[in-house]
């Protein structure tokens, strides 16, 4: 395998390595700048109302320390789905869709659909040590970062119709920074963008 596959192994963790052992398949790119496209539909689109006309800087601690939990329970429902649509290599009878949204909801699904195309599911399931590490609440629409230490060397791709485990190369980085953003979309978080980047942790 040559060094651009290694690159894209090492981004991507388990699905990028089906991707790269089997076919070549156009994902969302990993590293650029935030989008700053605006969802397919107006359906779609973050609620304002959500948003306290009065909140500040200088809100509290205890309401700052809220929107975090909530923030954090979004990221971790983000990835409980996510594990499941990659155990049976499909986004159906998951709740995958309230936690992810946008750009974080279209890529998981086409990881997801690059695993069926080539027989592959996962097993096990990463290690998670996310922190949110801001939340701004005066925004029109508020926001969460999210900075995670992800661990994906017990998320396993295995063939689906045999359980045959699929080798993957020895040098991927399987422990590395993952960044989030989440937005409150109508009155509840949810995840909008998932970062993998080419970094151990």
């Not at 155990?87 to 659909?113: I, R």
């Not at 701004?136 to 119709?161: A, F, H, M, Y």
């Not at 399987?174 to 960044?179: A, P």
């Not at 937005?183 to 993998?196: A, D, L, N, S």
């Amino acid at each position: 395998m040559n060094d651009r596959a290694h690159h894209s192994v090492r981004l991507r963790g388990i699905a990028a390595a089906s991707i790269a052992l089997c076919a070549p398949i156009a994902l969302t790119a990993c590293g650029g700048g935030e989008s700053t496209d605006s969802p397919a539909s107006p359906s779609s689109t973050p609620s304002q109302s959500s948003v306290t006309p009065s909140a500040s800087a200088s809100e509290s601690e205890e309401p700052q320390a809220a929107h975090k939990r909530a923030v954090l329970q979004a990221y971790n429902r983000f990835w409980e789905e996510k594990v499941k649509a990659y155990a049976k290599a499909s986004v159906q009878g998951t709740d995958l869709k309230k936690y992810a949204v946008a750009e974080a909801f279209t890529t998981a699904e086409t990881e997801v659909q690059a695993l069926k195309a080539k027989g592959l599911v996962a097993t096990g399931k990463p290690d998670l040590a996310p922190e949110v590490t801001s939340v701004e609440t005066n925004r029109k629409v508020p926001q969460g970062t999210i900075s995670d230490c992800t661990d994906v060397s017990d998320w396993t791709l295995v063939q689906q119709s045999s359980g045959a485990e699929v080798t993957l190369p020895d040098n991927r980085l399987t422990k590395y920074v993952t960044k989030a953003v989440a937005e409150k979309w109508y009155g509840r978080w949810v995840i909008v963008k998932v970062t993998p980047e080419d970094r151990s942790c």
